[in-house]
């Protein structure tokens, strides 16, 4: 119970106020949630991810560790995605929605202060949880990116709408800086960093703003619950059992199990208004995993530190 007291209190109690906020700003300024959402993928989330990679020391050891883990991982969650898909017979922007909602994973600004908070003695977990966020960059932005912009567009316009995305360019560019120890000039970097730690604050307010147009019964939806089910709970178990298969043990086994209990992307939704496709479906989904998270994650919190603390 302390564990969930303390993940609710730390983590979804400052998103929820931020939440909070952008729903009282749109209902009082009505907002152009549009164009907030491209300052946040034209402008803030680039420069996230580059800032991310850039100062991230990836240690070589523990990605090797976790590569076959993330790979298999993230194959059953994509076939999950598409079963359930499949079963509630979704059009093709839910299909999008739904896979998304499922195979990606908020592991920044929710998953680093959870393991910031469990990991705090042992800093190899914590450094798992950086090389997650890496790859949940690379990936909410190949096969997220790809799932939202193939369910209204095919063929060569898929590739050119991919090239053209600015975080495309962040990603490569600050992994290229990082590996070469180039060192930016200070009055380059603070203007990125300044836009980096503007982040995680607008990217909240949007989604609040989102929010704040819903209608209440629109919650009522079976797409957003099985969301939740694939995302909170056959997620940590797909992980569990695959830890257990591949006999990964310790502070690797017990980070890797608590980040996969993590909710929704909140890219997911930015991604979804950028390219209208769903975006309120996608912004319920994030806006309930969140706070139904703050159980399930506890009780995974707990029963790995039984398990492999």
Known sequence: MEYLLIVFVNVITPMLILLAIGVSLQIKFTFNVKALGNILTYCLIPAAVFMNLYHTVIDIDILLDVFIFVLLFTTTLILTGHVFSKLLRLNRQQTAVMKNSIVLINSGNYGLPVSQLVFHENPLG??????LIVYQNLLTYSYGLYNLVSSTQSGKDIVKQFLRMPIIHALWLGALLNLADIQLPQFIELPISHLSDAFIAIALITLG?????????????????LSAIGRL????????LLILLLGI????????WIASSFPTSRNSSTLALEYDVEPELAAQIVLFNTVASSFTVGVVIYLSSLLFG
């Open 126 to 131: 914590v450094s798992i949880q950086i090389v």
């Open 209 to 225: 703003a989102q929010l704040a147009q819903i209608k209440v019964k629109t919650l009522w939806n079976r797409l957003i619950y």
């Open 233 to 240: 709970i056959i997620s940590p178990t797909v992980a569990l």
């Open 249 to 256: 043990e310790g502070v690797t086994a017990q980070s890797l």
